[in-house]
């Protein structure tokens, strides 16, 4: 069986949260000031925060009643009952602390900007599904992925290295940003019934299943057509153009979920679009370097 602290992790989301330091590493690579070290560091934390998200959203989503029994998709640990809300809250603060211990060395090596941008994703995380408003039953998961789990990962790992941030790590945040979206997309798609009767205004739930469906076809476009244009104008070295081989990984993704409205079918297609960002950013990392 496994494991419910695994099991409250989300491992097949965790991929997102590597895709944005590899490519920010990548770049630091390119200009000769990559440290391995402060990868390491910076893999951890990320992963770390990324964990304390998926147990903060596990408990929220418990609490405000968006996971019921009715609810398609894997098991949830705290309204399931595998896991108390006490724990929950305990495991939170582990997950947190971890990423802070890092972010002590972090700051040693890269100054006091690390601390703030620890800071304010952390509270940006925890108020995702907590706090007084939580803006991600309002309509607002996106922009928060999009800005957190893409421009802030990546380019906050580049500016690990050496306090620089140059136009491939921002084009690639962008491009991580627009993936990592994608990635909550494809979940709010397939959670719009128990979403709505929860009153979580998604984005799905705000415009309905059709306009979604687009939405989410609409954003793996626009990834892969920023790619090419960085690439062609000099944004991001040409070398990046070899991105494209992977996009058409996308096409039976958009097909899916314009094909279905059926719970099991859309969870592979959010596994699916995690492993596309994946893959993206390995491309992407592998282009920056040659």
Not at 122 to 140: E, F, H, K, R, S
Not at 152 to 176: C, H, K, L, N, Q
Not at 280 to 288: C, D, K, Q, R, V
């Amino acid at each position: 069986m496994t494991n419910k602290w695994v099991l409250a992790a989300r491992p097949p989301t965790l991929l997102a949260g590597i895709a944005p330091v590899l490519i920010g590493s990548a770049s630091a690579w390119s200009d000769g000031v990559f440290a391995m070290l402060a990868f390491i560091v910076v893999l951890i934390s990320a992963l770390a925060i990324q964990i304390g998200v998926n147990f903060a959203n596990d408990l929220a989503d418990a609490e405000k009643g968006a996971d019921t029994a009715e609810r398609i998709g894997p098991l949830r640990t705290v309204s399931s009952g595998l896991i108390r809300p006490s724990e929950m809250k305990l495991g939170i603060a582990v997950a947190f602390g971890i990423a802070g211990i890092g972010g002590i060395y972090l700051i040693w090596y890269a100054g006091w900007t690390i601390a703030i941008i620890g800071i304010v994703s952390i509270i940006a995380a925890l108020g995702y599904t907590n706090g007084p408003v939580p803006y991600g039953y309002y309509g607002l998961g996106e922009v928060f992925v999009f800005i957190f789990f893409g421009l802030v990962a990546t380019a906050g790992t580049r500016y690990v290295f050496d306090m620089s941030v140059p136009s491939e790590a921002w084009v690639g945040g962008i491009v991580m940003g627009l993936l990592a979206a994608a990635v909550l997309e494809a979940n709010n798609i397939r959670d719009i019934e128990t979403d709505r009767a929860a009153r979580k205004r998604t984005v799905a739930v705000l415009i309905g299943r059709d306009r979604a469906r687009a939405m989410f076809a609409g954003t793996l476009i626009a990834a892969f057509a920023i790619t090419a244009f960085a690439s062609l104008t000099g944004l991001l070295p040409g070398m990046c153009l070899i991105t494209l081989v992977v996009a058409p990984l996308g096409i039976p993704l958009v097909q899916t979920v314009y094909a279905t409205a059926d719970g099991p079918e859309l969870i592979s297609v959010l596994k699916g679009t995690v492993q596309l960002q994946f893959l993206t950013a390995l491309m992407l990392s592998l282009g920056i370097v040659f």
